[in-house]
């Protein structure tokens, strides 16, 4: 029988230290799982350095911006506006709709009247109340997105009236919160009239920036290649309005300055069933996946497009497999075309009227060239306007054959990454609680043995000894679990 001196010492303090092991560890636990709890809240809530911790606005899809003197759209790329602005009070019809898709072109833009008292009328009856020519241009605006195009909202002062500045800015407020969250917009233009005073733009881009942060507002000027031209400009870039004289040759002029100068353009529309003027249906890209491109077509109808492929406008690296689209109309090749392509691989099916392109791995400049056939059958339309096309199975080869054009690209944030202090003392709470769970079986197979060496000993004596030991080791603690320093390293982004 185990001497009940040696066992009354070693119960007391092994029951007191028992006892705090058994709070330690239990705290310890408790701790841990409110680390594991806490931690992963911490990690998702703790906004990126810099970040004020709002949610991300995303723009609507198929927004245009601008980015280092290029127009990118939603996906990034560089993008070339070509098309018509339409009167105020004018819809087009299905097939001014369909004749504008053959022609090539991508973008529109949507008159909207505005009274010197600062109101939006309805054209066609010149109703006043409420704003009716707001709802007048969101319809017609809707009817071209629904078909690719991109839309400008150009605000006209009606007749020959100049809205003053304030009355300007409350207007724009207005027009603002009307288009925030249309999807397919390149932004508000206003006519030179009304842009003469660079205080006065300022002002009235601000009126829209503080209702409308995702598209930009484009003020008329003369143009510096051209004086007598007009460019609708957010600098440092801008597309043509408009160029002197008239006719097919002051078409063909616009549209080759335009070329020269790296820039797209949108010109008065034609009388309602009138042709598109067969000088504006010319070959061009409609959007470039890469940077610092060159394009323009001669005059026996060749175009040459070059361009850098490793970077977008914004500057980042272009992913692979990024498609440049290319309009070619059916009025510009009538017998059909041929392509030469280097640095790159062709996309397209046969005969369509949208080249897509995609540079090759590695490649850092892709070289285009088509030119017409002496006979052939003229290029297909694609069913839709704009670089969106190359996506659609009438355009582009199968899949499995080669890769689909790229998701476009939206402007939500990244997830933030996480680099607060929690990350090195999870770490050591973690080995500190593993050391004390082994504290708990290192002690009890302790208890064991010194049992077991009190049972096997009959000599009287073996009490004391019992109790010596037991107080030697009850003085002994077992070692203290080692420290470590945790690094570390989060890349920069």
């Known amino acids: 029988m185990e001497p009940v001196g040696a066992y009354s010492a070693r119960s007391g303090q092994g029951g007191h230290r028992g006892a705090q092991l058994a709070i330690g560890t239990v705290l310890a636990a408790l701790l841990t799982a409110l680390g594991l709890v806490a931690g992963p809240a911490a990690l998702a809530a703790t906004p990126a350095t810099g970040s004020a911790g709002a949610p991300a606005v995303q723009a609507p899809a198929g ?24 009167p105020a009070g004018r819809t087009p019809t299905a097939a001014d709709l369909d004749a504008w898709v053959r022609a090539g072109f991508d973008a529109a833009g949507v008159t909207i009247p505005l009274t010197a008292a600062g109101q939006f009328p309805e054209p066609a009856t010149g109703a006043t109340a409420n704003d009716p020519g707001l709802a007048a241009a969101a319809g017609v605006a809707r009817m071209l997105t629904d078909r690719g195009f991109v839309v400008v909202l150009r605000v006209a002062p009606v007749g020959a009236a100049t809205v003053g500045a304030a009355t300007l800015q409350a207007s724009l407020s207005r027009l603002a919160a009307a288009f925030r969250d249309t999807g ?27 209702v409308d942060p995702f598209h930009r507002l484009w003020h008329e000027q003369p143009a510096g290649f051209q004086p007598a031209a007009t460019v ?21 002029a616009l549209a080759a300055a335009a070329d020269a100068n790296t820039i797209g353009w949108l010109s008065p529309a034609p009388a309602t069933g009138a042709p598109v003027p067969a000088a504006l249906a010319r070959p061009y890209p409609v959007a470039i996946a890469g940077t610092r491109a060159s394009f323009g077509v001669d005059a026996t109808g060749t175009l040459s497009l070059r361009y850098a492929a490793a970077t977008l406008p914004d500057g980042r690296p272009t992913p692979a497999g990024w498609v440049t689209a290319v309009s070619l109309p059916a009025a510009a090749y009538p017998t059909g075309y041929t392509v030469e392509l280097t640095g790159a691989r062709l996309l397209s099916r046969p005969r369509s009227g949208l080249l897509c392109v995609a540079a090759e791995p590695g490649a850092a400049q892709v070289s285009l060239t088509v030119t017409r056939t002496a006979a052939g059958q003229p290029p297909a339309a694609a069913p839709y306007a704009g670089a969106r096309a190359c996506a659609d199975p009438a355009v582009t080869v199968p899949p499995s054959a080669a890769p689909a054009s790229p998701a476009p690209r939206t402007t ?57 030991d037991t107080d030697r080791a009850s003085s002994e603690r077992p070692d203290e679990p080692p420290t470590g320093r945790h690094r570390h390293r989060a890349a920069a982004r």
């Open 63 to 86: 927004t245009v911006t601008q980015t280092d003197g290029y127009l990118a759209d939603d996906a990034g790329r560089t993008f070339v506006p070509h098309g018509l602005t339409l």
């Open 232 to 252: 609708a400009v957010n600098d440092p870039t801008g597309f043509l309005v408009a160029w002197p004289g008239s006719g097919d040759q002051a078409l063909a």
């Open 412 to 468: 939500a944030a990244a997830k933030p990454e996480y680099t607060g202090p929690l990350l090195w003392a999870l770490p050591l709470l973690g080995a500190a609680v593993m050391a004390l769970l082994l504290v708990v079986p290192f002690r009890m197979l302790r208890g064991l043995r010194i049992g077991t060496a009190g049972g096997r000993d009959s000599d009287p004596s073996a009490g004391e000894n019992a109790a010596d």
């Open 184 to 210: 397919g917009l390149i932004g508000y233009e206003l006519p030179h009239a009304q842009t003469k005073d660079v205080g006065a733009v300022r002002a009235a881009s601000e009126a829209i920036g503080a």
